[in-house]
Structures are given as C-alpha cells and as structure tokens.
C-alpha cells in the first residue's frame, strides 16, 4: 500500500504575507463573536507584533514560553486556559489556533488544537495514529525557518515517559501563511541551528532506505536552497532558506529521517537541549553514517562561525545514560531508514550509548 499522506490545504507566500491573516480568518470566523486563538512566542512580547495581529474583541493572545522543549504538561495548561476562555465567552470551541513562532510554538499550536477536540492529556496520544477526532481549524506563520514543523504531521512532545511527536493526519495545519519578513531578525545561532534542522532532514532523507522521487525530488531542492544559504553571500537569503523549510518538511513527509533525529531526542529528553541544537550536535559525530554531509555541515559552521558545545555527556549518570538510549530505540522507523530492516543487528545499545558518550 502506498502512503496517502495530509498536506496543508492552503498556502500563501510572499513578503508583507502576514498583512492577510486577517482576510484569511475572517473566512473561519462563524459570526462576529466568533474566538481565535492566537499563540505567539514570548520572545516577541517586548515588540509590537501583537499590533500586527488581526485580532477581535473576543479573541485570546496567550504568549507561550518555548525557552525548553514543548512538554505535554505544557500543551495541557495551554489547553485548559483555552477551554476556560471559551466557557467565559459561552462558546464550546474557538473558530481557530493560530501559532506564530518557530518550530516550539507551532508545534504547541498544532497540539492544542488536537486537544480541544480530543480528550485526555496530550501524553495519551504521543506516537502514530492514535488522535481520532479532527482538530479545530489551526494556522501558523513561522518566525524561524528550518524545523518543517509548518508542513509535517508531528506536533513533536516531551512527555512523563519519552519525547515523540503525536503524529496524526489532523496534526497537520489548515493554512500557513510563509512570509520571509517574518523571519529576517532572527539571531544567530539560533537561525543556523534551526536551518540545519532542515539540511539534516535532506541528508537524512536522500541517503535512507525509504527514499523515493517524490521525497528525493523536495529533498534536493531544499538542500540546494541550504547550500545557497550558509555556504554563499546569496541575496534574499530569508526567502530562500523559508522555502528550504517547506521542501524539507516535504521530503520526510513522503519518507523519514534517520540515525541524527533519533540521538537528537534522548539528549533532549535528558539535557533539555533543542531539537536544532541536538541535531546539530548529534550530527558532527556521524561521519561513519554520512560522511559527506557532515564534512559539509562543517564546512557551513566555520563560514558561519558557530562553535558547538562540547562534552555534553561527561557527566551524565549510568541511569540517565540508559533513559537517553531508551529513548532513541523508541524512534525505530528513524533506524529503519538510516540502516534497513536488519537495522537492530547493526545499531546496538552499545553502538548507540557510544555515539551519546562521543558527544
């Protein structure tokens, strides 16, 4: 059977883009006391974009902390201050979710919307195909690019347990709007590790066992987009590497990703590292597994002049150790890409524990 896979319904892109919104809402709202819900990274509260919001008389701006990985218990107080809004505005469901943000905030606005239609905690629904109502409708305009979180079926959580993404076709957002005006302050290093978020997809996507045209053809436009990027003084460099996110979100959607993301999640789960940042950590250690790609990742890290943080692991305990392998092991579709069907006769907890202790 061939993957018959949710893609955003709708898509607009361009610079000065987010001056729509309003239009674009205003097609969701039910009536003139219709409730969106707008969940904007903090980081942006000390500005005036909350001024360049289309906002309502009834409508509710909450500013998300994404400072650590987005965490189930997080997603579920985010949830319960919504549904206390909308009993206070004697509605049962907001017209929508709105994130704006980079990949935290936008995959904390596609949890909340699955969970004002589902029940439970958001940790009940961390792993494949387990939400069974449709979200309400959700939106995103990204601030960072890099992640793919605009374009995938992953709202990627921490829980009590272990970091997986609830991955679910109505995961997936009903509009983005891509606008490169959004992104272009974003400071270093952060801009560079959350872009090579995207270039490790592409290398992890174009080298593994799930490859196929439709992800390769994505795959190789997003890393020659990377390339423009953090290898060259190119012009409208935001708008390319915006572009790159979307094609990179697009290449593993039709594929997965490999042996980086898999290690990226257990030094989250146990350092609290960010996925960009664990990913680029994780990746300066797999030249065995993808050796021009890291020779080529490094060679983007002296040109942009990032110096990774070093013996991450030194201290960490045996049990913590245990729990940070644990947690790879989980993401076996990842190793099945990366190694093959045989791939637990070549990745040991051994092996694995190895590469943590590299690090």
């Not at 995961?171 to 270093?188: C, G, K, R, S, W």
């Not at 935001?238 to 490999?258: F, P």
């Not at 290690?263 to 300066?284: K, P, W």
Request: glycine share 8%; net charge negative; hydrophobic share 40%.
């Amino acid at each position: 059977m061939f993957r018959n896979f949710k893609m955003v319904s709708k898509v607009v892109y361009g610079r000065g883009c987010t001056a729509q919104l309003g239009d674009i809402l205003n097609e969701q709202r039910r009536s003139s006391k219709s409730v969106m819900i707008f969940l904007v990274d903090d980081v942006f509260k000390a500005g005036t974009i909350d001024n360049r919001l289309p906002v309502h008389t009834d409508d509710l701006i909450v500013w998300v902390n994404v400072d650590d990985e987005p965490k189930t218990s997080y997603v579920d107080q985010l949830t319960t201050q919504v549904k206390k809004h909308m009993v206070d505005k004697q509605d049962h469901h907001p017209s929508g979710v709105i994130g704006i943000g980079g990949g935290s905030t936008m995959d904390l606005a596609k949890a909340v919307s699955l969970m004002l239609t589902n029940a439970g905690s958001s940790a009940d629904y961390q792993g494949w195909d387990l939400i069974k109502k449709p979200a309400v409708y959700h939106a995103a305009v990204p601030t960072l690019s890099g992640t793919g979180a605009e374009v995938s079926r992953t709202t990627v959580l921490t829980g009590p347990q272990k970091k997986l993404g609830i991955n679910s076709d109505h995961t997936v957002f009903d509009q983005i709007v891509l606008d490169p005006e959004m992104i272009a302050n974003a400071p270093n290093p952060q801009r560079f590790y959350t872009g090579m978020d995207c270039y490790i997809h592409c290398v992890e996507s174009l080298e593994g066992t799930y490859l196929n045209n439709f992800s390769q053809a994505y795959g190789e436009k997003a890393m020659d987009l990377c390339r423009e990027v953090f290898l060259t003084d190119t012009e409208d460099a935001d708008d390319k590497l915006m572009m790159a996110s979307y094609c990179g979100g697009m290449s593993i959607a039709y594929s997965q990703v490999g042996i980086c993301h898999a290690l990226s999640y257990g030094l989250s789960f146990v350092l609290g590292l960010h996925h960009g940042i664990g990913n680029c950590v994780a990746f300066d250690y797999l030249e065995d597994y993808y050796p021009a790609g890291v020779r080529e990742f490094r060679l983007m890290m002296e040109r942009q002049g990032i110096d990774l943080p070093r013996k991450l692991t030194a201290s960490v305990t045996d049990a913590q150790m245990k729990t940070m392998v644990d947690v790879a092991l989980v993401l076996e579709p990842l190793w099945e890409n990366a190694l093959g069907k045989d791939w637990k006769t070549l990745m040991t907890r051994e092996k694995i524990q190895q590469l943590y202790l590299n690090m």
